[in-house]
């Protein structure tokens, strides 16, 4: 898939970018990934952000008062870096999320946040 392929490749060229990945957060499988994950295991993450996407969207406490308000991202902190869940808006059926991990000292997380929504937006359209 040239488009994830080519997502990945820039996420990874945001500053501090220490790995990345495509996840079906339905399934808790990795579409695809690049770099380093945590505790070396893409899988795992794949199926640590599944976990998170789901408890977020199904949490009263994060839904919107606002109608059709839909979940866009989740930051994770550490005192290590950031982990960055953008969720890919689609027609069809928005079950993809895409991960990045950045190091604290490195990455800034505004940049990262912006070129992360610009990456889901191109991944729909490609």
Not at 28 to 38: K, L, M, N, V
Not at 66 to 79: F, G, M, N, S, Y
Not at 107 to 122: H, K, P, Y
Request: aromatic share 6%; charged share 20%; net charge negative.
């Amino acid at each position: 898939m040239p488009g994830v392929e080519n997502c990945l490749q820039e996420a990874m060229a945001i500053p501090g970018a220490i790995g990345a990945s495509i996840v079906d957060y339905t399934t808790g499988f990795a579409i695809a990934t690049s770099g380093a994950a945590p505790n070396e295991d893409h899988e795992a993450a794949a199926a640590g952000t599944a976990d998170v996407v789901q408890a977020a969207q199904s949490r009263s406490l994060f839904v919107s008062a606002v109608p059709h308000d839909l979940l866009e991202d989740l930051i994770i902190t550490t005192a290590g870096g950031y982990h960055l869940l953008r969720l890919v808006q689609t027609d069809f059926d928005s079950r993809l999320v895409l991960y990045v991990w950045l190091d604290r000292i490195r990455g800034n997380l505004a940049v990262a946040r912006r070129r992360m929504q610009s990456l889901a937006d191109e991944l729909i359209t490609t």
